[in-house]
């Protein structure tokens, strides 16, 4: 252990180790049965198109996912970071990538596959970094605080506490009824994560979760209230590998696709993927004490090397992109410092292989609040902005709200990135302006401009 993870010269034992990777475990495994409501046949929204994946194949694509990915990061960096299928990634594979673009969950996971080759070529030859250097930091703040409002509206959708417009009202979207059983069990689930994070509880949100799902168990099936809960036929664990290898059947209709969308599905991959692992990395990183004098990250491109090679294993499993969670600093917190933490956090993945039978007694208002609640954290960097300055707010403005106002999280950021454009150009800051950022503007217009002539048939 010593050897290979330098133990004592990070100050930590295998002890605190062990404890700081189960520590990360826990706040984060609730993907395990969040993402197929996502990417699975449990999201309404996928349930009737062909070619859905189903549940179990999800869980055991995100347990694979995780656990290589966790293990990646931490034996190429010795970082005690983890990783996951993330969240806002996953709505970006479903709410984009399928239902915006009409692409099948094979064509999908094609794209998260070639974004992972994407990624690794610009890791290796340190593009990725250079693109994200580019990035004005307002708008990377931007972006994380958009994906946050875009993940949290999902979650009062599917709790159904936000429902579409009912009431005759000029608004897109209406209050739910509180005597829908899903809402109320939505709402004190949303309060028991709550009082739990308030209260540094570990693993708050994985146990307000459970907690939730357990009260709507006995609800549904001690006082027969209808709470949307599948019981399983057999508690025998399925090991669902149907969908590995289906993204290399799935580069047919990817390629096939038009021009527009399969550049906007490039772009989508690219940006918000990249964006979500530097924020991360260096959120978790700046808490572990891991940045140097001029707020670097050493071995920046190893991590990112394992985040991009994660991606593209996770598509050949079956699973949307694969990146950095932020729940690593809990094990940070806890007192992990090294690769092992990492380790123990993919054994702990491997292991829960075995839970894909249970995945129907965890109805939506157990999932719903999860994503409410990472949403507001990921609102929490807005507080980085200069709002008083318009030169930074308009931009930022159209990143944050355009990602759940326009349901396209590609939309927000391409809006966002335009309106940096103009406002800069109007102020003649062009020096202030990376050359980098006129390429990924041109790229944006390019793509919306093919879409318009596709639409009036003229290409």
Request: proline fraction near 4%; charged fraction near 10%; aromatic fraction near 10%.
């Amino acid at each position: 252990m010593e050897k290979l993870f330098k133990l004592k010269e990070h100050g930590t034992t295998v002890r605190t180790e062990i404890i700081a990777g189960i520590t990360t475990f826990l706040t984060m495994a609730y993907i395990i049965f969040l993402n197929p409501t996502v990417i699975g046949r449990s999201n309404p929204a996928l349930a009737n198109l062909p070619g859905t994946m189903e549940d179990t194949a999800v869980i055991t694509a995100t347990c694979i996912g995780a656990a290589l990915g966790t293990w990646l990061i931490g034996w190429l960096s010795n970082y005690p970071m983890a990783q996951a299928p993330g969240l806002g990634l996953n709505a970006v594979f479903a709410y984009t990538l399928c239902l915006g673009f009409g692409l099948s969950a094979k064509a999908a996971l094609a794209g998260v596959f070639l974004g992972g080759i994407f990624f690794i070529i610009l890791t290796v030859t340190g593009a990725r970094a250079a693109i994200v250097n580019a990035i004005p930091l307002s708008l990377k703040k931007a972006i994380s605080a958009g994906i946050g409002l875009f993940v949290a509206i999902i979650g009062f959708s599917n709790s159904g506490i936000v429902i579409g417009q009912s009431s005759g009202a000029p608004t897109v979207v209406d209050l739910g009824s509180f005597a829908n059983p899903t809402v109320m069990m939505s709402i004190v689930g949303l309060v028991i994560i709550t009082i739990l994070l308030i209260q540094n509880v570990r693993g708050a949100i994985f146990i307000g979760m459970i907690v939730t799902a357990v009260s709507a168990n006995i609800f549904q099936f001690a006082f027969g209230v209808d709470m949307g809960i599948t019981a399983p036929k057999s508690f025998v664990p399925a090991l669902d590998f149907s969908m590995f290898g289906q993204c290399f059947v799935g580069f047919g209709e990817l390629f096939s696709a038009p021009i527009a969308s399969l550049m906007a599905v490039i772009i989508t991959l690219l940006m918000v993927d990249m964006f979500d692992t530097i924020g991360t990395l260096i959120g978790a990183a700046d808490k572990a004490g891991y940045l140097d004098e001029n707020g670097n990250l050493p071995k920046i491109e190893r991590a990112m090397l394992a985040d991009a090679l994660a991606t593209s294993a996770g598509a050949v499993f079956g699973t949307s992109t694969v990146t950095t969670y932020v729940e690593s600093t809990a094990g940070i917190a806890a007192g992990g410092r090294t690769g092992l933490t990492s380790t123990v956090t993919g054994i702990c993945f491997a292991l829960s292989l075995f839970l894909s039978p249970l995945v129907g007694l965890v109805p939506t208002s157990a999932t719903a609040p999860v994503l409410i609640i990472v949403g507001i954290m990921m609102c929490s960097s807005l507080k980085d902005i200069d709002w008083a300055d318009l030169e930074t707010a308009v931009p930022c403005f159209f990143t944050v709200v355009g990602m759940p106002f326009f349901w396209s999280i590609t939309d927000g950021i391409a809006f966002g990135f335009i309106a940096y454009l103009v406002v800069r150009v109007a102020r003649a800051k062009f020096k202030e302006i990376h050359p980098i950022m006129y390429v990924i503007v041109a790229l944006f217009i390019v793509m919306y401009v093919i879409s318009a002539l596709q639409s009036m048939s003229i290409l």
